[in-house]
């Protein structure tokens, strides 16, 4: 980052006004520096070590404000994590299947109050009135069995018959966990049963929809976001750690054929895929990610029209009328008093999150490639400091456009951002900045 202000003619004021701002920015691009220098320093002590190998980006809705990639993708034939890597996003892919759903709703296709018997008649729960918005917020009822075992290695996708797999996981969880509507209640099977509704309304596979209509629209490069692995060869290995709690009780959570051989301290997990691709069957990096962050943070979303979008983001309610930490897509949490959206996925043998910052126009996401890790933990501590930079970031396009907060360390702008911009965009006569 670079910033110089050079000579021009003007009232002393004007030159003072510059001069000014010229010593904000040096100090500002010198805290980012030996912010960035810090943040690099932390993510290489944990990529590696505590993880095997670990993606962060932290994006506005223009420009990628950082990215890190370190570690190891696969540790026994050394070869790292760059950005371009694939991992298993597992539930993040939640947030993609709302999306889609929203984006039905928009066109008045699907509705909210949609009960699930009309798109998808044959289940447990037929006459139970569940709602297509209650099964987005995890308001049905729906039970959460534990998903470990809905898992097939990826060898047998061609073959796998994903509507025997979900009507045996409902046939198995015939009764609703609590009354549609009553709490709060998160469920995997009801992201499932939403795939069915999409492919019901549509008549296409859910895959194919969500490629063609979420996916496609973000003008991804090639194989960055999909349902299958694009590219084995930069594809990360899955693992767990050798001495965990989840690697000793393995023999009861999973089967022994998904198990690979020991890597140094982590034992790897051969290739799979989810039964369910509308509950986490998404395949990514950081960077495909982030560009579907980007595209939140925009006013004008290539996705969502303004009010879906905004629906998208509105924390829901109970029955009784009680807010829930969900709105029909994110989860809802809260940072120093500011509210962000975040939506985690894990499973066997990674982990990831991804978080909007509305009120500071930002998103950030971390994907590593085990199951044992406190994203949120790692968010809070990282996120924090991309939070505080964005208050630093003088957030200057390739125009040189200056908004933001700036304008505190400039006498007489009376901390309005709009005088600051117009500053820069017409300074004095022979005047530049660059």
Known sequence: MRFAIIRFPGTWSDRDTYHVLHNVLEQQADILWHREADLSGYLDQIAGSDVPGLQYMVVDADQTLFEYAGGWADIQANRPMTPGTTLMAYSMTKTFTAVAVLQLVEQGRLGLADELDRHVPDTPYTGRGLTIRQLLAHTAGIPNPIPLRWVHLSEADAVFDEAAALAQVLQDNPKLASEPGERFAYTNSGYWLLGAVIEQVTGMAYAHYVRASVL???????????????????????????????????????????????????????????????????????????????????????????????????????????????????????????????????????????????????????????????????????????????????????????????????????????????????????????
């Not at 990282?382 to 939070?387: D, F, H, I, L, T």
């Open 216 to 434: 496609a629209p973000l003008d991804l490069p090639n194989g960055e976001v999909d349902f299958t692995i694009p590219d084995p060869g930069r594809h990360a290995n899955g693992y767990l750690a050798r001495y965990s709690w989840i690697n000793l009780l393995k023999p009861f959570l999973t089967a022994p054929e998904y198990w690979g051989g020991y890597e140094g301290n982590w034992l790897r997990l051969k290739g799979h895929s989810l039964n369910g691709p509308a509950f986490g069957g998404l395949v990514g990096s950081a960077r495909g990610f982030g560009r579907f962050l980007q595209d939140q943070l925009r006013p004008e979303s290539a996705l969502l029209s303004p009010t879906t979008k905004q629906l998208l983001e509105t924390q829901q309610t109970n029955r009784a009328g009680e807010p829930i930490p969900m709105s029909l897509g994110w989860h809802v949490g809260e940072i120093d008093g500011s509210v962000y959206f975040f939506k985690e996925g894990g499973g066997g043998g990674f982990h990831s999150e991804m978080r909007l910052y509305p009120a500071r126009g930002l998103g950030t996401v971390v994907m590593v490639n085990i199951t044992e890790f406190d994203s949120h933990a790692f968010l809070d501590r990282a996120g924090q400091g991309a939070a505080c930079d964005a208050d630093l970031l003088p957030d200057i396009d390739k125009e040189h456009r200056l908004t933001g907060v700036l304008a505190d360390g400039i006498p007489g702008l009376a901390r309005d951002p709009g005088v600051l911009q117009h500053l820069l965009q017409h300074p004095p006569a022979e005047g530049r900045l660059f």
